[in-house]
């Protein structure tokens, strides 16, 4: 029962924590578990179609990683399945099929484990990391996940570095240069820092942070960017007008991480201006939920939603209502904005097996019948569970 002295708001955003959270333990991580790994080969199946069957589809390096990490923290959910077998089962299948002699991980393999794209995408590396903290996480006393992360991490500093801040995609030099694989590769660095990682995490997710601040964040504007030439100006033309409010959320959500373990302003009003667009323009009111896209001015310029925008507008959310706990009506304009959002998502979860979930939101209110992305997981995982970390930290049942 919630106590009289929390909001309304925010007894709203906990009832709806608490519909998410039991279709994630009853439905969607059993069901993930059941049908999405795969027994026969190893590894975690790309999608599920809307029947529950696995499809055959070719598997990127990110979703092993990602699956990892979901099944890692499902404990912390509630969930009482076999946590360690299937993180295992998903770190096995990853390092044995991904993992180059190089010590980097390749983009994508076969159902079956085979190679069919040896290169390096800068994305990917950033879930191995993200992963390998995970598998740390898990496991404590084995050391190994932390010896391959540095590893990867001083082969990038080595090969990809660019003079500026931040990574180049590829070497020899493809452009744009993005400002995405960077979002991934905070986290990755905020992840091992709170494995007690060496002091490399915090140096790279510093650079980072201050490669958005200055580079990734149009100052005037106050939202990020996705696309860059060589030396980190916006793209030419519409690519360098592209402002998501996916990321917007997502940023702020790493931003105001980074404030809180450093005390950064800056990282904290940046956060802020980049919630506004997001929650603002960013939100179509009629269907209740984030779009994929709008350009600089912003107008929408991609009114489709996927689901995942949903699930960083809860993250942003409730971690901006922890951070303004001392200003009553703000924290509770964030904490409605998170049972908004929490809402929006479970419009996703609308499917004929439950515990799958749609993907793309058309403008029209229409879902596109297609199979359910396992990639999708670990979005909703992570929202879940910061909202529930953050309904906890204040003390909310
Ligand atoms: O497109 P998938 O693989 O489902 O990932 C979903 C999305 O994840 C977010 O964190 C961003 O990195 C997006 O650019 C990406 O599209």
């Keep these: 029962m919630s106590s009289p002295a929390f909001s309304s ?7 709806v924590r608490g519909q998410l959270n039991t279709w994630l ?16 080969h190893g590894g975690f199946h790309e999608k599920l179609g809307l029947d529950g069957k696995p499809t055959n589809d070719p598997r990127r390096a990110r979703v092993q990683a990602r699956q990892v990490y979901a099944y890692s923290v499902a404990a912390k959910s509630g969930w009482n399945g076999p946590v360690r077998e299937a993180a295992e089962h998903g770190l096995t299948f990853f390092l044995n099929h991904y993992r180059r002699p190089d010590g980097l991980f390749r983009t994508k393999v076969a159902p079956d484990g085979g190679c069919l794209d040896d290169t390096v995408v800068l994305y990917d590396q950033a879930f191995a990391l993200f992963a390998l903290a995970a598998a740390q996480g898990a496991a404590p006393e084995n050391r190994v996940p932390e010896e391959m992360a540095v590893a990867v991490r001083q082969r990038l500093l080595d090969t990809l570095h660019h003079a500026q801040g931040g990574f180049e995609e590829s070497h020899p030099r493809t452009l744009p240069l993005l400002s995405n694989p960077h979002m991934h590769m905070l986290e990755a660095c905020l992840a091992w820092m709170e494995q007690g990682g060496d002091g490399g995490w915090r140096e790279l997710a510093e650079e980072i942070v201050n490669l958005a601040l200055t580079r990734f964040i149009d100052g005037q504007m106050g939202g990020l960017k996705e696309y860059f030439d060589g030396d980190w100006r916006p793209q030419a033309g519409t690519p360098g007008r592209i402002v998501e409010p996916g990321h917007q959320f997502e940023w702020a ?9 450093t005390g950064s302003q800056a990282a904290a009003d940046a956060a802020w201006r980049m919630i506004a667009i997001g929650e ?20 929408p310029h991609d009114p489709v939603a996927r689901l995942w925008p949903q ?4 993250k942003a959310a409730a971690l901006a209502a922890l951070a303004t706990r001392d200003d009553a009506d703000r924290s509770e304009g964030y904490w409605a904005m998170a049972a908004a959002g929490g809402r929006g998502l479970m419009t996703y979860f609308d499917t004929p097996v439950q515990g799958l979930w749609r993907d793309r939101l058309n403008p029209d ?20 569970q910061e909202l529930d970390r953050a309904l906890a930290t204040i003390g909310h049942p």
């Design 9 to 15: 708001a925010l007894a709203d955003a906990a009832a």
């Design 311 to 314: 699930t960083e507008r809860i």
């Design 365 to 384: 209110g229409s879902f596109v019948e297609e199979a359910a992305p396992a990639s999708s997981f670990y979005h909703i995982v992570c929202a879940i």
């Design 25 to 40: 333990v009853e439905h969607a991580y059993p069901l993930w578990w059941e049908a999405g790994a795969d027994r026969l």
């Design 280 to 299: 603002g323009p960013g939100v179509d009111r009629r269907r209740g939920v984030a779009m994929n896209a709008l350009l600089d001015d912003m107008t």
């Design 253 to 261: 959500w790493l931003m105001l991480r980074w404030s809180a373990l």
